[in-house]
């Protein structure tokens, strides 16, 4: 398995935790079981076919509403594993280089 080339220490779920991928254009969506999380990326179980992950980028939706999701990539894929890493918001990159540049 993947674990061995985590960075960042990662939360291992015992139970399931029900979330869902959409394509960044919401033209797509794929219910998942979230399995471990860190503050970079995460492991999920997809339900039906992988193939549109391959698109790169989509939101892992953790709520219901979806008014909590982050933005992620496509890292790795086994079965129907797959590993993402989350994107961080360009807005947010350059006001923590401005603070720490000034």
Known sequence: MKWENRK??????????????MGVDGT???????????????MLDVEGTTE?????EFFLLLSSTGLAFRRCEFVWIDGSQVGVRFVADKAARKKGHSASSG
């Open 8 to 21: 960042a220490s990662r939360v291992r779920l015992e139970h399931d935790y029900p979330v869902n991928l």
């Open 28 to 42: 797509w969506r794929r219910s998942c079981i979230l399995r471990d999380v860190s503050k970079t990326g995460a």
């Open 52 to 56: 549109v992950l391959r698109a790169r």
